[in-house]
C-alpha cells in the first residue's frame, strides 16, 4: 500500500528503472546471440554461457517482476500492462522454455524491444530536462540492433564460403550493414543474385528513412532541449521589435533589456499564475504553498495560521518583479493591494522624499490602507532589484473578514511601527 500512495502510475521508482534498464541490456545480448546462433554457430564460452543463463533467468522472470511493478504503481497502470504488454512478455518467455537454441522461434524475443519502446516513452515525461537525451540513446538502441539484423539478414542471402572465419564473414557482413544504412555505400561489396538485390534495395530505403529521422531528431532534439532559452530568445526579439517600432529612448530602453536579463538571470520566464490555474485546485494549493514557503516561513503569523487559512492566502498571492529605483506606489494613489516581500529592499518615504524606514526579506507593507480604506499615505520605491507577492484587495477584505484574528494580527504590526521609534520601518500605508 505505501507504494502506492508514494508513486503514480506514470513515476517509476528506482529499483522499476533499474529493472527495465537491465531488460534492455539483455535484450541488446539476445540480439545478437540469436541470430548468431541460427546462422553461424554458436558460442559455447563459458562467458557466453554466463551470459546465456541471465538472458533466460530475466525473460522467464520478466512477467513476475513487471507485474508486481505496475501493480505497485495503481489498478489502472496494472491494467495497462496486463493488457498489452503482459502477453508480449509471456511470448518473449516461451521459447527459453519449449525450444532449444537456435531454432528460428527465438526471434520473437524481439518483441520485448516494445515493451522497452513504452517504458522509455513513458520514462522520458518523468525526467523532464534529459528527456531528450533519452530519446536519442534509445534511437542508437535501436539503431545497433537494425544494423545487426540487417547483417544478420545478408549473411543469410550470400552463403559463406567453405573455410571461412565466421567472425570474418559477419564482420564484413556488419560493414555493408553500416555503409548502405548510413547512405554511404562504398560499393565493395554489391549484391549479385536478385534476392541480394532486392534486400538491398530494401535496406537503403530504410536507411534512407532512418537518415531522414535522424537529422529531424537532432535538429528538434537541439530546438527543444532548453524550452526557457527558446522563450527568452522569442521575448528578447518581441523587446527588440517594440522598442525600434515605438522609437523608445536610449535610457528607457536599456531599462527594459536589463529588466528581463535579470529575469533571464533569476530564470523566471513562464506565467506563474498562468500555469498554477491549469492544475486541479487540490494540486495547485501545493504548488502555491512551495512557491511561497518563503513568505511563510518569515511572517509569524502565518507560522500559528490554521492550514485553510494557509491555503487561501497562497492561492490568492500574484508575484510581482520591481526594478531598482521603481515606485512600488505614491502617496495619494488608491490602495489595491498588501505586499509581501521575497527577496529585496525598498524605502519608505514621506512627502519631502525623506527616507523614513527601510523594508527587506520577509516584510509586508500596504495593509494598512486597505483596512481603513484609505489612499496612501507614504512612497515605497525599490532600492534593487525586487521579489514581491501581492494580494488584491479584494481578496484581502475576504480574508479579514473571515480571519478575524487576521486583522487583528495586522493591526497590532501597524500600531508597532508607529509607537516605537526604534522599531520603526516606517508606516508605507
Request: proline share 4%.
Amino acid at each position: 500500500m505505501s507504494a502506492v500512495r508514494t508513486y503514480r502510475r506514470n513515476i517509476f521508482t528506482p529499483a522499476e528503472v533499474a529493472w527495465e534498464l537491465l531488460l534492455a541490456a539483455v535484450i541488446l545480448f539476445a540480439a545478437y546471440r540469436v541470430p548468431h546462433d541460427i546462422l553461424l554457430s554458436p558460442d559455447t564460452s563459458r562467458l557466453t554461457w554466463f551470459l546465456n543463463l541471465i538472458l533466460t533467468c530475466t525473460f522467464l522472470l520478466g512477467p513476475f517482476v513487471s507485474y508486481y511493478f505496475a501493480n505497485a504503481r495503481g489498478p489502472e497502470a496494472r491494467r495497462n500492462y496486463t493488457t498489452f504488454l503482459l502477453p508480449i512478455d509471456i511470448i518473449c518467455a516461451l521459447p527459453f522454455v519449449i525450444l532449444q537454441r537456435g531454432d528460428w522461434l527465438e526471434l520473437v524475443v524481439f518483441l520485448r524491444v516494445v515493451h522497452l519502446a513504452v517504458f522509455v516513452g513513458q520514462w522520458r515525461h518523468q525526467l523532464l530536462r534529459a528527456a531528450n537525451a533519452v530519446r536519442l540513446t534509445m534511437f542508437v538502441y535501436l539503431l545497433a540492433i537494425i544494423i545487426h539484423l540487417t547483417a544478420c539478414g545478408w549473411i543469410y542471402l550470400r552463403e559463406i564460403p567453405a573455410g571461412t572465419d565466421p567472425q570474418a564473414a559477419y564482420l564484413k557482413a556488419f560493414c555493408w550493414a553500416v555503409t548502405t544504412l548510413t547512405t554511404v555505400g562504398y560499393g565493395d561489396i554489391t549484391p549479385v543474385t536478385p534476392s541480394e538485390m532486392m534486400y538491398a534495395i530494401v535496406v537503403m530505403l530504410l536507411g534512407f528513412g532512418l537518415f531522414g529521422y535522424l537529422i529531424g531528431n537532432i535538429a528538434s532534439m537541439l530546438n527543444s532541449s532548453d524550452p526557457m532559452r527558446a522563450q527568452q530568445t522569442r521575448i528578447l526579439e518581441e523587446v527588440t521589435a517594440f522598442v525600434r517600432e515605438n522609437e523608445v529612448s536610449a535610457e528607457l530602453k536599456h531599462r527594459i533589456i536589463d529588466y528581463f536579463m535579470y529575469m533571464f538571470q533569476k530564470r523566471v520566464v513562464f506565467d506563474e499564475s498562468r500555469l498554477l490555474n491549469m492544475l486541479p485546485y487540490g494540486l495547485r494549493s501545493e504548488v502555491s504553498l512551495f512557491l511561497k514557503r518563503d513568505v511563510i516561513q518569515r511572517v509569524p503569523f502565518f507560522k500559528t495560521a490554521s492550514d485553510q487559512f494557509i491555503r487561501e492566502i497562497s492561492n490568492a498571492m500574484r508575484p510581482l518583479f520591481v526594478t531598482p529605483d521603481e515606485d512600488v506606489f505614491h502617496i495619494g494613489d488608491r490602495a489595491r493591494h498588501m505586499y509581501f516581500i521575497v527577496k529585496g529592499k525598498l524605502d519608505v518615504t514621506d512627502e519631502n522624499n525623506v527616507v523614513v524606514g527601510t523594508l527587506s526579506d520577509g516584510d509586508f507593507f500596504g495593509e494598512m490602507a486597505l483596512l481603513e480604506k484609505r489612499r496612501r499615505m507614504a512612497n515605497v520605491r525599490a532600492i534593487d532589484y525586487c521579489e514581491l507577492y501581492v494580494l488584491d484587495h479584494t481578496v484581502f477584505e475576504q480574508l479579514v473578514q473571515a480571519h478575524p484574528d487576521f486583522r487583528l494580527y495586522l493591526q497590532h504590526v501597524a500600531d508597532q511601527r508607529t509607537s516605537s521609534a526604534g522599531e520603526l520601518r516606517g508606516d508605507p500605508t
